[in-house]
């Protein structure tokens, strides 16, 4: 197996799991398009002393940014070719545990803290939160590895599905209950208001979106010290950089005058949110009273409906579990899905993959109904 540029990114994601840093896989990605970590025209930061030549130019030429799924196969495989052994044991006190992530993405995405009690009995309940079911084995029969952010954000799906239902119908309804609440009791502690989160949200990430198409555009692919075939070309090839340089400039003071802003620093967050904003309503401290009633001595959610995402999965030999098209399920759902990917920065339909494979561990009995009724249906058809 040779080693390319993507397969020392995830030989370095390696590391970092064996190390149980906290950093998820879609952090470093996110770092790599930030350019905090060297991955486009890294031969830029090699010593003078190293010489690039003929085919080590393809190697170190890359013209896209990492893929989330492409990556997490390449762990994999590195991990296997390496003989490595089983990584140490992702206990709950580690970052990468569902039940500390969900709690990080809950505050990332604005949600009230009260939804982590209802993460951490989906984890538990699912089972996804076992020491045996996290750690990493490559030399098992199976080799896989968890994609831990990627789970940690479909639980949050899931449980926002038992709490709203996400029909475009239930959290419209609640959220005007919760709306009437507030407005009669505005000394009290506030109900969530899925509407209103809905709005504020939407206009965070659509602003933050607009910002990172902005700066793919104008990400320049050529590096500033350019490769050459041989020591021949490398006048040729130096003028012609020298060039380009001086359209780009030129052109960049024609078309944005602003200043360059200066780089921040990486961090793990990307939204942050405040009391004190008063532009962006802060959601944490909201209660989830408007949406759960009394049984009992204990709290149920008013909503006793559940849809799966999924009905059905796929047995062939193709690559994906199940099939994800906007178009058969609801806004509210299709926005949910496309919040949390943009924040993994993954495709939807990978995300929708892992909310139906946390859905089928959840609700067990209800897929054994259905490989039932399907069963009886085909010995009915036989007869």
């Not at 397969?7 to 970092?16: G, Q």
């Not at 809950?106 to 951490?120: A, G, K």
Request: hydrophobic content about 35%; some cysteine.
């Amino acid at each position: 197996m040779k080693m390319t540029v993507p397969k020392t990114l995830a030989f370095c994601y390696l590391s970092l799991l064996w190390q149980r840093e906290t950093i998820t896989l879609s952090d470093l990605l996110r770092f790599v398009e930030e350019d905090h970590i060297p991955y486009i025209n890294t031969f830029q930061h090699f010593p003078e002393e190293m010489k690039l030549y003929g085919r080590d130019k393809g190697i170190f030429t890359i013209e896209s940014w990492p893929d989330y799924e492409d990556i997490y196969k390449k762990i994999i495989e590195v991990a296997i070719f390496l003989d490595l052994p089983r990584f140490p044991d992702i206990t709950e006190d580690c970052y990468l545990h569902p039940n500390i992530l969900c709690m990080k993405y809950l505050m990332e995405v604005n949600l009230p803290d009260e939804m982590h009690n209802f993460t951490c009995q989906v984890v538990k309940m699912t089972g996804i939160g076992e020491v045996d079911f996290l750690t990493f084995d490559p030399i098992a029969k199976k080799a896989k590895t968890v994609k831990y952010d990627v789970q940690a954000v479909a639980i949050i799906v899931v449980v926002l599905k038992l709490l709203f239902l996400l029909d475009d119908n239930l959290e419209w309804s609640l959220s005007n209950l919760a709306e009437n609440h507030n407005e009669k009791n505005k000394e009290d502690k506030p109900w969530f208001d899925f509407r209103k989160w809905y709005q504020v949200m939407k206009k965070t990430v659509d602003e933050k979106n607009k910002k990172w198409e902005q700066a793919r555009a104008k990400y320049l692919w050529k590096s500033e010290k350019p490769l050459y075939h041989s020591s021949i070309d490398k006048s040729v090839v130096y003028k012609r950089r020298e060039m380009v340089v001086n359209l780009q400039k030129q052109f960049s003071t024609l078309v944005d005058s602003t200043p360059l802003i200066e780089k921040k620093g990486p961090s793990s967050f990307q939204f942050t949110w405040t009391e004190e904003d008063p532009d962006r309503t802060c959601f944490h401290g909201h209660s989830l009273q408007g949406i759960l009633k009394k049984k009992g001595q204990s709290l149920t959610t008013k909503n006793s409906l559940y849809w799966l995402s999924t009905q059905k999965f796929c047995k062939s030999y193709c690559k994906h579990v199940t099939t994800y098209e906007e178009s058969n399920f609801s806004l509210s759902y299709q926005f949910i899905l496309n919040l949390f990917s943009f924040l993994l920065r993954i495709k939807t339909s990978f995300l929708h993959e892992e909310v139906s494979l946390i859905e089928k561990r959840l609700f067990k009995a209800k897929y054994g109904k259905t490989k039932k009724k399907s069963s009886r249906s085909k010995k009915a058809r036989r007869y």
